[in-house]
């Protein structure tokens, strides 16, 4: 049990276009969703936190109208990159949470490769 | 503010041996602490966590790791590698145990190469 989908695994896409991912939790509700990015050989980093049914929470230095994020149902939550630059390329994941016993649990997809030309 | 480092971006050993990936934390409360590992082509998988419970967690596959506050490390063990157990670890701590606030910070991994 405890699965989380991501799609797609790869996109590519011109410079200037928006590109949506989806992260699904495939059989349990997740009312809290995180995005990370991660760089080549380095650690990944936290975006932001996705509550079902409101804003998300972004970290510091994550521009929010360059990554938006919805979360509009238990099981769904989707990341556009809008207006996408060479930089913005990078590996992205998401992960959604579960109450396990005494602490919270983070199941995570199996990212998705952003390559912007 | 919380962080972790894991010493040695690679790690090899020999298959039946023992395997002993390392991970020191820093935090301001005492703190969660997880390892997961991931496979090629696939998510991050929970191996065991650590919630003050027990200082020597057990998880799947056989591994384990030991909390010790002095030092503050969370040093994964195993103490025979299969192949199998080679892939990508990564070593996260929380300082929060509540799903709507939990923020994990992740170490910079350690890849397991297990040769026969």
């Known amino acids: 049990g405890a699965v989380v989908s991501q799609h797609p695994s790869w996109v590519i896409c011109k410079s200037g276009t928006s590109v949506k991912i989806e992260c699904r939790s495939l059989?349990?509700?997740?009312?809290?969703m995180f995005w990370y990015r991660q760089f080549p050989k380095q650690s990944l980093m936290l975006m932001a936190t996705?509550?079902?049914?409101?804003?998300?929470?972004?970290e510091q230095g994550v521009e929010k109208d360059k990554f938006l994020i919805n979360h509009a149902s238990l099981t769904l939550s989707t990341l556009t990159v809008t207006s996408a630059h060479p930089e913005d390329s990078s590996f992205y994941i998401c992960?959604?949470?579960?109450?396990?016993?005494?602490?919270?649990?983070?199941?995570f997809g199996a990212g998705t490769r952003l390559s912007v030309l | 503010a919380q962080s972790v480092t894991q010493l040695g971006s690679h790690v090899s050993v020999s298959e039946g041996a023992l395997v002993l990936l390392r991970c020191n934390y820093s935090?301001?409360?005492?703190?969660?602490l997880f390892w997961y590992v991931q496979y090629p082509n696939q998510g991050l998988q929970l191996l065991l966590k650590y919630t003050s419970a027990a200082t020597l967690v057990k998880g799947i596959n056989g591994f384990e790791a030991e909390f010790k506050k002095s030092e503050t490390s969370f040093h994964l063990t195993k103490p025979s590698a299969h192949m199998s157990d080679a892939a990508e670890y990564f070593c996260?701590?929380?300082?929060?145990?509540?799903?709507?606030?939990?923020?994990?910070?992740f170490g910079t991994g350690t890849r397991l190469l297990v040769s026969p």
């Open positions: 059989d349990f509700q997740a009312t809290t």
């Open positions: 935090s301001s409360v005492p703190p969660y």
């Open positions: 996705s509550n079902e049914g409101s804003k998300a929470t972004y």
């Open positions: 996260a701590v929380s300082e929060s145990r509540y799903t709507g606030f939990q923020k994990l910070v």
């Open positions: 992960s959604a949470s579960r109450e396990f016993g005494e602490v919270g649990i983070q199941y």
